[in-house]
């Protein structure tokens, strides 16, 4: 209906189409387009089991529909297409926890980045940091490989409106904290208004969902995380909204992806038109469909694949591109340590939060090297502990919090002499929290604080700390710089070869592109692909290999991040 579409009399009542829903009636476009975005807070958590139960492919009824709802002129002829932002969901902190429909090729998915200042009020923390990405963030990679988030946003968490009635009669309580995907992706779809608003005013006319999407991922800020993670980086409206304008700012799109899922998706598109028929049609859009992003598909070892990526500056002086492919690489051995929660000072225990029980460690800044982009710390604990009669239900929780100890002189961790960096809060027996470019975060000394909720007695811990840098990804080769004259573009062509003795998985990196001139930014295309395992034709036993060195995102590992507060599809 928002897209366009309404009603044909005479076929109203309900029907059910598998894999859909029930729908009243059928709908065709009448041109009445009511909405330039549609934001969607929702998603199927257990979609896998859904489909595996209908016997649908996980590129279902739903995420076709979602993919042909952004096409101009598919749906019908005088179709403008539709913006479509969707959440990726709230199951992190593992890999491939994006939910259905969101992990669409075509839409914008939207993961949740911090702002944490809300923390003085609500912990009685000094305050906190914002810019990286929260622990129960969906991530890809999705069951193809492709990446997802799109980009990420502030969902965590920010003060929102209430009853102007609450309170005391004055409104001094009408405000709430709120967070969640679902807060990220109604932001975005602000930034995506301002972006469609902005463009018409500079070109006569609105931006296609495609030209948005790439504007949006353009501009975004990159906060060190991996492409699973952050997508393109974190929404900044004010950059889209000037690159909108040409008055600052390049793109950098490609139409690789599409083209490498299209043929991917054919025979799950197929079946998503039969059930749901017109307007969705036989096959997918043909394309070309640009994106800021490259799904290289399935390269076996000792093969390549290609994509042309072109920057365009719309400004009115010239800039210059330094391309970099590179990947995250961990910074020598993994830092360990091992306690036992126990009471927590007197000022913790106070309200806001009443942080009874717990531990604090001062780690030293000079481990965390200079070159650092990306810190990862985990927080594991016995199953036991968490559940420790057998009835699967929580006995006890925790949470892990990296802080930043700005000491007053004293020597004692103050509750509020500390700044909160990122946390995580799973109910479960593993927790994560990641920093992107903590040297440049960190004031004072870092601050691990494991803490313990219900059940109040010593528990036995162990932390992990990892630090990793951005090194050249030796898989890809491109030009090392693009010049790109003022109100023109350039395209470059990128070679990825996968070595011979590559295991089988799903891999990821990026391209960094440094933008300099009279406007300096650094973009992130996040890069992934498939490397497929080739059996001998001769032998029916293959021993699959993993890796020698454990990548950031490992497909031959499981981290345990499960979460029994959240859902099917939580870790």
């Not at 709230?90 to 491939?96: E, I």
């Not at 390049?250 to 490498?260: D, T, Y």
Request: proline fraction near 7%.
């Amino acid at each position: 209906w928002a897209a366009g579409f309404d009603l044909i009399p005479g076929t109203e009542g309900w029907k059910n189409i598998t894999g859909y829903g029930t729908v009243w009636g059928s709908w065709n476009y009448t041109g009445n387009h009511k909405a330039d975005i549609i934001s969607n807070s929702w998603g199927v958590s257990n979609w896998a089991e859904w489909c595996a139960t209908l016997r649908l492919p996980w590129y279902d009824v739903l995420t076709a529909f979602e993919d042909a709802l952004t096409v101009p002129g598919y749906l019908d002829p005088e179709y403008p297409g539709t913006v479509i932002v969707h959440a990726s969901g709230n199951g992190g902190a593992g890999y491939g926890t994006f939910t259905e429909p969101g992990y669409g090729t075509l839409p914008i998915g939207v993961g949740a980045s911090t702002s944490l200042n809300w923390t003085q009020y609500e912990f009685g923390f000094a305050g906190g940091t914002y810019d990286d990405v929260i622990s129960w963030s969906a991530r890809g990679p999705t069951s193809m490989g492709n990446v997802k988030p799109d980009v990420v946003n502030v969902g965590a968490f920010g003060w929102a409106a209430t009853p102007v009635w609450y309170g005391f009669g004055d409104g001094s309580l009408a405000f709430d904290l709120f967070g969640g995907t679902s807060m990220a992706t109604p932001v975005t779809a602000g930034a995506s208004a301002l972006i469609i608003q902005a463009y018409n005013e500079t070109k006569g006319d609105k931006p296609t969902p495609e030209t948005t999407k790439v504007v949006l991922k353009s501009s975004a800020k990159d906060l060190g995380y991996d492409a699973f993670v952050q997508g393109a980086g974190r929404v900044d409206a004010l950059a889209a909204v000037e690159l909108a304008l040409t008055l600052s700012g390049v793109s950098v799109f490609s139409p690789v992806s599409w083209e490498n899922i299209r043929s991917r998706v054919e025979n799950a598109w197929s079946m998503a038109y039969v059930y749901l028929g017109e307007p969705l049609q036989f096959k997918p859009p043909t394309g070309p469909i640009n994106d800021v992003n490259w799904f290289a598909g399935a390269v076996i070892p000792g093969s390549s694949a290609v994509a042309e990526i072109t920057i365009e500056n719309v400004a009115t002086y010239p800039v210059t591109a330094n391309v970099t492919p590179v990947v995250h690489k961990q910074i020598g051995a993994t830092q360990t340590y091992s306690g036992y929660t126990d009471e927590l000072p007197l000022d913790w225990q106070v309200l806001p939060w009443e942080w009874y029980w717990g531990n604090l460690t001062v780690l030293n800044l000079t481990d965390i090297p200079e070159e650092t982009e990306l810190m990862s710390v985990s927080l594991t604990v016995p199953y036991e502990y968490l559940d420790q009669n057998g009835d699967y239900m929580w006995d006890r929780r925790w949470g892990l919090c990296v802080l930043d100890w700005v000491d007053d002189g004293d020597g004692e961790i103050g509750i509020n002499e500390v700044y909160l960096l990122n946390y995580g809060y799973a109910t479960g027996t593993s927790n994560e929290a990641r920093i992107g470019f903590p040297r440049s975060k960190i004031k004072g000394q870092p601050v691990i604080f494991v803490y313990q909720r219900e059940l109040l007695d010593p528990v036995p811990f162990d932390v992990y700390i990892k630090c990793y840098e951005r090194s050249n990804w030796t898989w890809v080769t491109t030009p090392a710089t693009v010049e790109v004259a003022e109100n023109s573009s350039e395209t470059f062509v990128a070679n990825l070869i996968v070595p011979a003795d590559a295991p089988q998985g799903v891999y990821q990196g990026q391209i960094k592109i440094d933008v300099a001139g009279s406007y300096n930014r650094t973009l992130m295309v996040p890069v992934s692909l498939q490397v497929p395992a080739v059996l001998p034709a001769d032998d029916l036993v293959y021993d699959i290999t993993p890796p020698s060195t454990v990548e950031l995102y490992d497909p031959y590992s499981v981290n345990g991040y499960f979460d029994w507060r959240w859902r099917y599809e939580a870790g």
